[in-house]
């Protein structure tokens, strides 16, 4: 196994010397791979444990052997920010898919190819600060979005969609069901309750969700994981987003409605802190 010490320089080129890949890539041709998204901050690894758990269990789902342990894979991680001297917030993007081979949909009888390159990354402080608008998008992702797999065009368009309207993320929903969003998970707070589409194959179990699942209980504040409609979320005292690079970010608006009064609501902001407390965030 090899994890190239890669940064990505300001204009986001890899150093083409370091990697290189033939087109004959089955993640570039078939999607044929998984990737994970790690935060780090201040120099250090948040929720890696949970990363790696979850990098094999979508390794399972596509029957993808991978050349390492779990312990193997933390060390190298590791390393790849000791190499780079990371101490500042940053994220890791590590990519596995089933190798190089001649094109074919059967499998081929060849190594994983596997890369992560580290990055710096802020803190998206005014957006957590003020919250952000959205829109809604039909959910037309495949059943097995739990997989965290390369194939992410559904999600592209539907952020691209969001982009285009000035918003920060598209809400997906499944026939008046709300998912998740295009690459985050989705929370909506009624009478002090927050509530979540529950853990199926209908949505990426987040790192950060089984986190705030935890945070939550600590807290005491109810947790349910049920799903819920568009209506009922038009009705919503406090929407609010999770994802690794996005931390725990208000939603004010959806499809250009404001939500409640428009602000971050009590039980959002209250999380947030207890987020930073978890991850360790010094006072910016
Ligand atoms: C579709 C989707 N849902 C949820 C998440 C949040 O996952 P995590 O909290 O592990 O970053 C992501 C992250 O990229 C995602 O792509």
Known sequence: MKVYPNVLSQNDIIDQ???????????????????????????????????????????????????????????????????????????????????????????????????AYAQE????????????????????????????????????????NAYEQNCFEAIFHRNDVITECSSSNLYMVKNGTIYTHPETNNILHGCVRQRIKQLVAALKVPLIEEAFTIEQLYQSDELFLSSSTAEIMPIIHVEGKQISDGKPGPTTRILQRAYEKDAKISEQ
Request: aromatic share 10%.
């Open 121 to 160: 990354l802020p803190r998206p402080l005014d957006l957590l600060t003020t919250g952000v608008d959205t829109i809604i998008q039909p959910d037309v992702r495949w059943q097995n979005c739990y997989i965290k797999s390369l194939n992410l065009l559904p999600n592209v368009l539907a952020k691209q």
């Open 17 to 115: 010397k370091l990697l290189t890949y033939s087109f004959q890539e089955r993640g570039l041709q078939f999607g044929d791979g998984i990737y994970e998204v790690i935060r780090i901050y201040q120099g250090t690894y948040y929720l890696l444990t949970e990363h790696i758990d979850r990098l094999f269990r979508s390794a399972e789902a596509i029957k993808l052997q991978l050349p390492f342990s779990k312990s193997m894979v933390k060390k190298q991680l590791e390393s790849l920010l000791k190499v780079n001297q990371i101490t500042s917030d940053a994220k890791v993007y590590m990519q596995i898919t089933r190798g190089t081979a001649i094109r074919n949909h059967i499998f081929p009888n060849v190594e994983a190819n596997f890369y």
